[in-house]
């Protein structure tokens, strides 16, 4: 009976004194990044949660009256195709890859932002020294994790970018 | 090895604690004597988190989010009040209790798995990621054996330890379901 008259005195205690929120959400996108030989050209696709993605247009939309809903498609996109150049960045040999944003599809539940960049070297030499810095979101969520998943001659690594990693990784087929 | 790592941060994310919760709730009666009670509790609580997960991610069973958190949260307080009502016996049930309510925690997991995962990587990834959330779960466990094991060392009442934790998971739990009652039952 002491015992428990001692719990629930404890258990009070922390009611009334323990007022951090108590909830976990996931904070994360993947990123599919293809090398085509046959088009010759590197593409791919960010797949991001809707609402996640919304508060991040809000957040460069702040400094103006409106809200990224309010705004029309195209406007929507070039605002996508600000915000991918600015976080997320390829380099392959230490040469920059020229990732171009270059559509959007919104599905139920997720948004897809195409891009595409072209390949100016040979095939080979995108075997080696990947270099992916991917801090898409991370501006809104430190918790953010972006997973990449590279895709090269049949060959597949994923890894993920996030604040343990300086939102950085690197890789070598 | 990605998924492995996955499952592995995932578990050990002190952000989502109510995984850590629970397995504090699961193993109060628990020491290294028990050692093989312990493999199976844990073991238990991963087959019935990896089935839901599965099953939840792949939309075979579909439960609205709210609820899911809800019943987490009912988990870790009833566990923690199953033990306290035992008097930190141990029971039989644990390891069926473990199975259902690991169950629950998988269904959590499910709308997040089936983001992560692609479609040709889905069962290849689900293995890995449930074998690292396995080896968190055994991670968090042997730390919270040894805090026991060291308390009782000092002369710490492993009863009164118990009776400490108990009274902090109570009280987090209780939180959780105070927050997480979902709006339409009122």
């Given at each position: 009976?002491?015992?428990?008259?001692?719990?629930?005195?404890?258990?009070?205690?922390?009611?009334?004194?323990?007022?951090?929120?108590?909830?976990?959400?996931?904070?994360?996108?993947?990123?599919d990044i293809y090398v085509d030989a046959q088009k010759?050209?590197?593409?791919?696709?960010?797949?991001?949660?809707?609402?996640?993605?919304?508060?991040?247009?809000?957040?460069?939309?702040?400094?103006?009256?409106?809200?990224?809903?309010?705004?029309?498609?195209?406007?929507?996109?070039?605002?996508?195709?600000?915000?991918?150049?600015?976080?997320?960045?390829?380099?392959?040999?230490?040469?920059?890859?020229?990732?171009?944003?270059?559509?959007?599809?919104?599905?139920?539940?997720?948004?897809?932002?195409?891009?595409?960049?072209?390949?100016?070297?040979?095939?080979?030499?995108?075997?080696?020294?990947?270099?992916?810095?991917?801090?898409?979101?991370?501006?809104?969520?430190?918790?953010?994790?972006?997973?990449?998943?590279?895709?090269?001659?049949?060959?597949?690594?994923?890894?993920?970018?996030?604040?343990?990693?300086?939102?950085?990784f690197n890789h070598s087929f | 090895m990605f998924y492995v790592e996955l499952g592995l941060r995932h578990i050990l994310d002190i952000q989502g604690y109510d995984h850590m919760l629970f397995l504090i709730a699961l193993t109060l009666p628990l020491t290294f004597k028990e050692w093989k009670q312990v493999i199976w509790w844990v073991t238990a609580f991963t087959l019935g988190h990896s089935l839901t997960l599965g099953l939840a991610a792949t939309d075979i069973i579909v439960v609205e989010s709210n609820w899911v958190e809800l019943g987490i949260s009912l988990t870790i307080f009833l566990t923690a009040a199953f033990h306290l009502m035992r008097n930190f016996s141990l029971s039989k049930a644990g390891p069926y209790l473990s199975l259902v309510f690991g169950g629950v925690h998988g269904l959590g997991f499910g709308s997040y798995y089936s983001f992560i995962a692609q479609n040709d990587s889905f069962w290849w990834a689900w293995l890995p990621f449930n074998i690292g959330i396995e080896l968190g779960?055994?991670?968090?466990?042997?730390?919270?054996?040894?805090?026991?094991?060291?308390?009782?060392?000092?002369?710490?009442?492993?009863?009164?330890?118990?009776?400490?934790?108990?009274?902090?998971?109570?009280?987090?739990?209780?939180?959780?379901?105070?927050?997480?009652?979902?709006?339409?039952?009122?």
């Amino acid at each position: 009976m002491k015992k428990l008259v001692f719990i629930l005195i404890l258990t009070c205690f922390g009611l009334a004194g323990f007022t951090t929120k108590v909830k976990h959400e996931f904070y994360v996108s993947v990123t599919d990044i293809y090398v085509d030989a046959q088009k010759a050209q590197i593409n791919g696709v960010v797949k991001c949660f809707p609402d996640d993605w919304e508060r991040a247009m809000n957040a460069l939309l702040s400094h103006q009256l409106e809200r990224y809903v309010q705004l029309d498609s195209a406007t929507q996109d070039s605002l996508h195709r600000v915000y991918l150049k600015k976080h997320f960045n390829v380099k392959v040999g230490q040469q920059p890859i020229a990732l171009t944003f270059s559509g959007t599809v919104t599905g139920p539940d997720e948004v897809y932002l195409l891009f595409e960049g072209p390949m100016e070297m040979p095939f080979e030499a995108y075997k080696k020294d990947w270099n992916v810095s991917h801090t898409l979101l991370a501006d809104i969520y430190p918790s953010q994790e972006n997973i990449v998943i590279l895709h090269y001659s049949g060959q597949k690594y994923t890894s993920s970018c996030r604040e343990g990693n300086n939102y950085e990784f690197n890789h070598s087929f | 090895m990605f998924y492995v790592e996955l499952g592995l941060r995932h578990i050990l994310d002190i952000q989502g604690y109510d995984h850590m919760l629970f397995l504090i709730a699961l193993t109060l009666p628990l020491t290294f004597k028990e050692w093989k009670q312990v493999i199976w509790w844990v073991t238990a609580f991963t087959l019935g988190h990896s089935l839901t997960l599965g099953l939840a991610a792949t939309d075979i069973i579909v439960v609205e989010s709210n609820w899911v958190e809800l019943g987490i949260s009912l988990t870790i307080f009833l566990t923690a009040a199953f033990h306290l009502m035992r008097n930190f016996s141990l029971s039989k049930a644990g390891p069926y209790l473990s199975l259902v309510f690991g169950g629950v925690h998988g269904l959590g997991f499910g709308s997040y798995y089936s983001f992560i995962a692609q479609n040709d990587s889905f069962w290849w990834a689900w293995l890995p990621f449930n074998i690292g959330i396995e080896l968190g779960q055994i991670f968090i466990v042997v730390v919270l054996l040894f805090v026991y094991s060291i308390s009782q060392k000092i002369g710490v009442q492993l009863q009164m330890l118990r009776s400490l934790i108990t009274g902090v998971v109570l009280t987090l739990s209780t939180l959780m379901i105070l927050e997480r009652i979902p709006n339409e039952l009122f």
